[in-house]
């Protein structure tokens, strides 16, 4: 609940922080490390998981080969062969350089997480004995002791103690947080200091072995295992090189027929224009984008796959409360009794709320006085207050003259009431019903043996939610609101909201099976749950997002963390998950339509000696057979330094239904990517003409 | 079970000096022509490098090849029926036979005895008599070969198989005598494969992509209908400049009884739909005329053979949806079926055999003598014709461009086994697609949904058909057909 308040600055910050990010895709670090790893990864045996570009690279080497032995023999040509190799080797090293700079991007991202683990001397407790290691020999099971100003050494579990913690080493939140044994906010990470009292930790993970350890490495790219998706795609881009590979090889005899002998560059040229090199470069790279996109939400996905099959949620289950509306109800109407008078009974709530001090307490207090304005009586001095209790379930003032004000539940008033000596109205049950129909809580107010009235605490829905959820549902998302309100309460608020069904009186069995229900429709589920009795939900549902301040039961039963414990996240989630297959499909679809471009321009070039007549398929206008050739392959090849910001940041998004979708995208990246190429290849080809090359 | 039609077929044909119905007493066939006949009935390719009244006994036509027509068009829809029910998500995709038997007896049966009647009436021999011997008016013995052709030819047009009763096909005047037979015949070829699309829709339950799958094969097929006919109505480059005048269009190869337009939309028509037989000599169409067939082939899905021509739009069907479905931020999915890994790589496979046995075979007879030593002319033409060829035997469709000495060891044997592979690799791949997408749980659809029954998806499913085609075929059509045409400008 607390978490739930410190969500809107938070949320502000880490924009800030990501437009920063974006200002400088290309910062002179990254760059400059991209480029030394993008010549290490020409090693053949590491590009044989990309076929697209490991044909590219075949293609290179044979090319350098007929290269050299041009030059060697002196043949007139050697100087076109030359420049084919050099864009086929350009094209390569775009290839590797676009992957290590989303890795490289992935690192800095993760520089400070990844400062958190550092070494420090724990405290450790062992037979009632306290000893100092240093944290990297601290195992599972390990019990630490923690102070005040001191660093947790490990991730863990609080066992004993309550303690303020600062995180704002994982999660750029300055606002300190409490965590304590017992209930959901036991959770500790490493690196993170305890700012107040002392802590006993149970460290859960060795060092480098926990969670976030194996996410920073994923996030990386250290360990990398292709989503099914991606693993599809790669499918799909190898078949249609062997395709392509197929129609270059036919080429050459077909050329025999003709008398036209076709040389070895020009032929790997035709060839690695047509296989979809562009998406075979780049899919690496929107892979490690999508993690670090979600990284830059502060949140961490144990698997590519994960953040993958976000994209796929068809029921999303949101809590209420923190998520759909403000934390804590809050008084909305007042509702005298017959034959009370609006103002007896504002002043009788404000009195007996003065001394309650909960929020709902307090939100009468507020509603009370702007109701009344000058008119609100003001705090007696002298008076006794009641505080709010969950035994008495009423709160109070008793003034100095013996005056007794009281608001609290229906049955506690009625008792209240006639110990005063009083009979409870008979109109008083309509009035608490009334109020219960339509989803809000009833707080009955009573002056000493008579009850004035009854004041109705709604949820207040979060500012912007039913905005956020429609659109979700514009996306073909089933909302579903999870709440422990009774059902009358609940479908209030999921009218109000607009989401699609509820769970009410829920508790975490119900919600178990309502995800298994909705699976079983073929349906895939996301929650978010952070308490040990959400684990087994978590576990099952497709996509858990765990709170980081949740327990270990929790973190380790989802498969995604939330660094900043905010419920809404999964919105984010979602989003990104989207992102990332239509940057894929994006691009691949940009990659073939480029395809017909390249076809007019290298096919009359290389039979246009044999059979001038096919100028006139030369419709680009393009100067000679070889500038038509060379344009095409810079062309294929630049394209992918100039796609790397789409890769990286992902398509532009907004949500929207399929059909939307579909249409702007294959407007965008299939017509445009048939236009594109014919004014890029001829404006490389005036290029070249203008530099004396054609 | 297709291995045995195979081998009967051989026995039949091996045999047929010996069985009844040879009145006019034919003999063996060479043993690479032999094989090449029944991997192309069997293949529904119905290619011809054999003359049906030169060298075929009426037995062998009727209970040899006749047959095998109706079996070859009722595996095809057989075929697609077990394709839509494992779409709909049945486990069991149906009993083969069962609907065999409905598909030959209900469909094609009813349907080729009215069509046959129907030619009868229109003057189409139908006899077992032996041919007829009649003296010219110069005292000179003419024999008249004949037969029960009516029924033969029926079946030929409506199930997409196109091996004719006489060796030229629909030009023969007992094939195609007039007018109306040209059309009713030529009808038949579109009828049950148009069909085909829309008993997918049923089976499946989903009419609107069933019709917007319709549309997109209709507008393939009138676009190559219309660029047809336009160039032909011009007149063939070697009459420029000549004192000729044809009527300003071209009558080369056609039969003067139907005109300059009934050919090249039979030709569309023909290769469009994997039957193969023909009206005209597409060795004589003008070249972009000429080249409309070949891309029928090519892509053999503008409504294409019985049953089979659904089967091959399906695996551009599954190559588009899961490109442009992950457009929409989803994992592609196709009728509420998620395509991934497996699914692709099947459709990889098979879309990958069309090329490799076009672009391989014209590719190894062009720079061989097996093909360039049979060619009756130089150049592009030529090299059309062996592409031609390759393409009518790997799309099953068995017309020819002919202009080619095509009953030599080398085509006999290199067209067989692209007309087998070629037949069966398309039908097993789809399968197995389809038997992979039904094991998987269906995915409830919403709004977030890729829609396979728009207009929208009918353009995805345009571009991945032209994009698909276009890309792999084009270096080929340049050289050939499109490389004649611009060089008669």
């Given at each position: 609940m607390n978490d739930s308040f410190r969500v809107e600055p938070a949320a502000e910050l880490k924009l800030a922080r990501r437009h920063s990010r974006r200002?400088?895709?290309?910062?002179?670090?990254?760059?400059?490390?991209?480029?030394?790893?993008?010549?290490?990864?020409?090693?053949?045996?590491?590009?044989?998981r990309n076929p697209v570009m490991f044909v590219t690279e075949v293609g290179a080497?044979?090319?350098?080969?007929?290269?050299?032995?041009?030059?060697?023999?002196?043949?007139?040509?050697?100087?076109?062969?030359?420049?084919?190799?050099?864009?086929?080797?350009?094209?390569?090293?775009?290839?590797?350089?676009?992957?290590?700079?989303a890795e490289a991007r992935g690192k800095a991202q993760t520089a400070t997480l990844r400062r958190t683990r550092q070494h420090t001397v724990a405290r450790r407790l062992r037979d009632q004995r306290i000893e100092e290691v240093p944290s990297e020999v601290l195992k599972e099971g390990d019990v630490v002791i923690v102070r005040a100003g001191e660093l947790i050494p490990n991730d863990g579990e609080v066992i004993a103690g309550a303690a303020t913690v600062d995180e704002s080493a994982i999660t750029g939140e300055s606002a300190p947080v409490i965590r304590e044994a017992g209930g959901d906010r036991s959770g500790v990470t490493g690196g993170t200091r305890v700012l107040s009292d002392e802590i006993h930790v149970r460290i859960s993970a060795g060092a480098g072995?926990?969670?976030?350890?194996?996410?920073?490495?994923?996030?990386?790219?250290?360990?990398?295992?292709?989503?099914?998706?991606?693993?599809?795609?790669?499918?799909t881009l190898a078949g249609l090189t062997f395709a392509f590979l197929l129609v270059t090889v036919s080429l050459y005899p077909i050329g025999l027929y003709f008398d036209v002998e076709l040389d070895v560059p020009t032929l790997i040229a035709l060839l690695v224009c047509l296989i979809p090199t562009t998406i075979g470069a780049l899919l690496a790279a929107i892979g490690l984008a999508g993690m670090d996109r979600a990284l830059a939400t502060n949140v961490l996905a144990k698997s590519g796959k994960a953040v993958e099959l976000a994209g796929d949620i068809d029921t999303l289950l949101l809590d209420k409360t923190g998520t759909i509306t403000v934390g804590n109800r809050q008084a909305t109407a007042c509702h005298p009794l017959p034959g009370v008078d609006q103002p007896v009974l504002l002043k009788a709530a404000l009195l007996a709320s003065y001394g309650d001090e909960t929020p709902e307490g307090r939100s009468i207090v507020t509603l009370v006085q702007q109701q009344l304005g000058a008119a609100a009586p003001p705090e007696p001095v002298g008076a006794a207050m009641l505080a709010f209790s969950a035994q008495t379930r009423l709160s109070g003032l008793d003034t100095p003259e013996g005056q007794k004000y009281r608001t609290g539940a229906s049955d506690a008033i009625r008792k209240f009431v006639a110990e005063q000596g009083g009979v409870p109205p008979a109109t008083?049950?309509?009035?608490?019903?009334?109020?219960?129909?339509?989803?809000?809580?009833?707080?009955?107010?009573?002056?000493?043996?008579?009850?004035?009235?009854?004041?109705?605490?709604?949820?207040?829905?979060?500012?912007?939610?039913?905005?956020?959820?429609?659109?979700?549902?514009?996306?073909?998302?089933?909302?579903?609101?999870?709440?422990?309100?009774?059902?009358?309460?609940?479908?209030?608020?999921?009218?109000?909201?607009?989401?699609?069904?509820?769970?009410?009186?829920?508790?975490?069995?119900?919600?178990?099976?309502?995800?298994?229900?909705?699976?079983?429709?073929?349906?895939?589920?996301?929650?978010?749950?952070d308490g040990t009795n959400d684990a087994p939900a978590l576990a099952q549902a497709d996509i858990g997002v765990a709170m980081n301040s949740g327990t270990q039961a929790a973190k380790e039963a989802g498969n995604m963390v939330d660094l900043d414990s905010d419920p809404t996240k999964l919105i984010e989630v979602i989003e990104i998950g989207k992102q990332l297959l239509i940057t894929r499909g994006a691009l691949t679809t940009f990659s073939i339509a480029n395809d017909v471009a390249k076809y007019f321009a290298i096919v009359p070039a290389m039979f246009m000696l044999a059979m001038p007549q096919l100028a006139a398929l030369n419709i680009m206008g393009l100067t000679s057979p070889q500038s038509a050739i060379l344009s095409a392959l810079v062309f294929n090849a630049i394209i992918i330094p100039l796609l790397i910001p789409i890769a990286l940041r992902g398509v532009h998004y907004r949500p929207a239904g399929a059909d939307k979708l579909l249409q702007k995208n294959l407007l965008i990246y299939g017509v445009g990517g048939i236009i594109a190429p014919f004014a890029g290849i001829k404006l490389i080809d005036i290029t070249i003409t203008l530099l004396g090359f054609a | 079970m297709k291995f045995n039609y195979f081998v009967e077929l051989d026995a039949k044909a091996l045999l047929q000096q010996y069985l009844p119905l040879n009145p006019d007493g034919k003999g063996v066939l060479e043993g690479s022509l032999l094989f090449n006949t029944a991997a192309s009935f069997t293949s529904n390719t119905n290619l011809q490098h054999y003359s049906g009244e030169v060298s075929l006994s009426y037995f062998s036509q009727l209970f040899a090849l006749m047959w095998l027509q109706f079996i070859s068009a009722g595996t095809g829809i057989a075929a697609l029926a077990a394709l839509a029910r494992g779409l709909r998500g049945d486990t069991q995709i149906g009993n083969f036979y069962?609907?065999?038997?409905?598909?030959?007896?209900?469909?094609?049966?009813?349907?080729?005895?009215?069509?046959?009647?129907?030619?009868?009436?229109?003057?189409?021999?139908?006899?077992?008599?032996?041919?007829?011997?009649?003296?010219?008016?110069?005292?000179?013995?003419?024999?008249?070969?004949?037969?029960?052709?009516?029924?033969?030819?029926?079946?030929?047009?409506?199930?997409?198989?196109?091996?004719?009763?006489?060796?030229?096909?629909?030009?023969?005047?007992?094939?195609?005598?007039?007018?109306?037979?040209?059309?009713?015949?030529?009808?038949?070829?579109?009828?049950?494969?148009?069909?085909?699309?829309?008993?997918?829709?049923?089976?499946?339950?989903?009419?609107?992509?069933?019709?917007?799958?319709?549309?997109?094969?209709?507008?393939?097929?009138?676009?190559?209908?219309?660029?047809?006919?336009?160039?032909?109505?011009?007149?063939?480059?070697?009459?420029?400049?000549?004192?000729?005048?044809?009527?300003?269009?071209?009558?080369?190869?056609?039969?003067?009884?139907?005109?300059?337009?009934?050919?090249?939309?039979?030709a569309v028509a023909t290769t469009c739909t994997s039957n193969g037989s023909v009206n005209c000599m597409h060795d004589s169409l003008n070249p972009p005329t000429g080249l409309?067939?070949?891309?029928?082939?090519?892509?053999?899905v503008a409504y294409g053979g019985v049953g089979v021509g659904f089967i091959n739009i399906f695996l551009y069907i599954i190559v588009g949806v899961f490109i442009a479905g992950m457009m929409v931020g989803r994992t592609p999915e196709y009728l509420a079926h998620k395509v991934e890994t497996k699914e692709m790589t099947l459709a990889l496979l098979a879309l990958m055999a069309h090329p490799?046995?076009?672009?391989?075979?014209?590719?190894?007879?062009?720079?061989?003598?097996?093909?360039?030593?049979?060619?009756?002319?130089?150049?592009?033409?030529?090299?059309?014709?062996?592409?031609?060829?390759?393409?009518?035997?790997?799309?099953?469709?068995?017309?020819?461009?002919?202009?080619?000495?095509?009953?030599t060891v080398p085509w006999n044997i290199a067209t067989g086994l692209v007309m087998l592979l070629?037949?069966?690799i398309p039908i097993i791949l789809p399968l197995a697609i389809a038997g992979s997408l039904a094991s998987k749980k269906p995915v409830p659809e919403n709004i977030g949904t890729f829609h396979t029954d728009t207009p929208l998806f009918g353009v995805v499913l345009l571009g991945s058909v032209t994009l698909l085609g276009a890309l792999l075929f084009l270096p080929a059509a340049v050289l050939g057909p499109i490389a004649e045409h611009l060089g008669s400008l």
């Open positions: 200002a400088n895709l290309f910062e002179r670090d990254l760059v400059m490390s991209a480029t030394k790893s993008a010549l290490l990864m020409l090693n053949p045996l590491k590009m044989l080497l044979l090319t350098t080969l007929v290269t050299a032995q041009a030059i060697v023999t002196g043949q007139a040509v050697w100087g076109y062969f030359l420049a084919v190799t050099v864009i086929l080797w350009l094209t390569v090293l775009f290839a590797n350089f676009a992957e290590a700079l072995e926990s969670f976030l350890d194996r996410m920073i490495a994923l996030v990386e790219g250290a360990v990398r295992q292709k989503t099914p998706n991606e693993l599809a795609l790669t499918v008083l049950q309509a009035a608490v019903d009334g109020v219960a129909r339509q989803g809000s809580t009833p707080v009955v107010v009573a002056e000493d043996q008579r009850v004035l009235g009854v004041i109705a605490l709604s949820d207040v829905l979060k500012v912007g939610i039913s905005d956020r959820l429609a659109r979700l549902r514009a996306m073909g998302l089933r909302i579903v609101m999870v709440t422990g309100d009774n059902p009358l309460t609940a479908e209030a608020i999921s009218r109000e909201a607009g989401v699609d069904d509820f769970i009410a009186e829920a508790t975490p069995v119900d919600k178990l099976a309502y995800i298994r229900a909705e699976q079983r429709k073929g349906r895939l589920i996301a929650m978010m749950g | 069962a609907d065999f038997l409905r598909a030959s007896f209900l469909v094609l049966l009813p349907l080729a005895t009215v069509a046959a009647a129907l030619l009868v009436w229109l003057g189409i021999p139908m006899t077992f008599h032996g041919a007829a011997v009649a003296e010219t008016l110069e005292s000179a013995t003419q024999t008249i070969a004949r037969g029960p052709v009516a029924a033969f030819l029926a079946i030929k047009q409506l199930g997409t198989n196109g091996g004719g009763w006489f060796g030229p096909n629909a030009t023969h005047p007992f094939e195609n005598p007039n007018f109306w037979t040209n059309i009713v015949e030529c009808l038949c070829i579109l009828l049950v494969p148009m069909g085909s699309v829309w008993m997918f829709g049923r089976i499946t339950g989903r009419m609107k992509h069933a019709a917007v799958v319709f549309v997109v094969m209709g507008a393939l097929l009138l676009t190559k209908m219309t660029v047809a006919l336009g160039f032909e109505m011009e007149q063939t480059a070697a009459f420029t400049g000549q004192p000729v005048t044809d009527a300003g269009v071209n009558l080369e190869g056609k039969e003067l009884r139907f005109g300059a337009s009934a050919g090249p939309l039979w409309m067939p070949l891309i029928g082939m090519w892509l053999n490799l046995f076009i672009l391989g075979g014209a590719a190894l007879f062009a720079a061989t003598p097996w093909g360039a030593g049979t060619l009756n002319n130089p150049g592009s033409h030529g090299f059309s014709e062996i592409l031609y060829e390759f393409s009518s035997s790997a799309a099953n469709n068995g017309s020819g461009f002919e202009g080619l000495g095509d009953n070629a037949r069966f």
